[in-house]
C-alpha cells in the first residue's frame, strides 16, 4: 500500500488501492526467457530413419534353418540336437557358403539367458550369415486390437 504525497487538498489518512504489478511482470519476463532457452534444447532429437513396422506372418521356406535355444542353453538346428559349439559352426559354415543363402530363424525360450541367445548370434554372424530373424509368438488378444 501506497500514501498519496503532495495531494491537492486530498485527505493524507487516504490510501492508494492500486495494485503493483511491477514485481508480477518482471516474473513473467523471467520465465518466458527461460522456456525460450530451455524448450529448443529439450525438444531436439538426433535425426534418424526409423523403420516402418509390418505385419507380415513368417514364410517358412524348406531351405530355411531354424535354430532353437531352450532354457538351459542348449541348441537344436531344425529339432536336431547340436552336440557342441563347434558343430554349430561347422554346420553354419556350410549353410553359409549355399547360393542362395538361406535365412536363419532363431527361437529362444523366455526364460532363456542373454548369454546362449548372444553365443548364437554370434556365431552366426562369424559365419557370414546374412539373414537371421527371431521368431517370437504374438501376445495373446493382439489380432484382436487391430480390429
Do not use: Y
Not at 7 to 28: C, K, Q, R, Y
Not at 107 to 118: A, C, P, V
Amino acid at each position: 500500500m501506497a500514501l498519496g504525497i503532495g495531494s491537492d487538498g486530498a485527505d493524507e489518512d487516504e490510501l492508494m488501492s492500486a495494485i503493483n504489478t511491477t514485481p508480477l511482470v518482471d516474473v513473467m519476463l523471467v520465465l518466458l526467457i527461460v522456456f525460450l532457452i530451455a524448450i529448443p534444447v529439450a525438444i531436439e532429437t538426433v535425426p534418424v530413419r526409423l523403420p516402418r513396422a509390418s505385419n507380415v506372418a513368417t514364410q517358412t521356406k524348406p531351405e530355411n534353418v531354424i535354430l532353437a535355444v531352450d532354457r538351459d542353453g542348449s541348441i537344436f538346428w531344425n529339432s536336431e540336437k547340436m552336440a557342441d559349439r563347434a558343430m554349430l559352426l561347422r554346420r553354419l559354415d556350410e549353410v553359409a557358403a549355399r547360393k542362395p543363402q538361406p535365412e536363419i530363424h532363431v527361437r529362444g525360450d523366455r526364460d532363456t539367458r542373454f548369454e546362449f541367445m548372444g553365443r548364437v548370434m554370434a556365431a552366426c554372424a562369424r559365419a557370414g550369415i546374412g539373414k537371421v530373424a527371431f521368431i517370437t509368438e504374438p501376445e495373446a488378444g493382439a489380432g484382436e486390437e487391430a480390429r
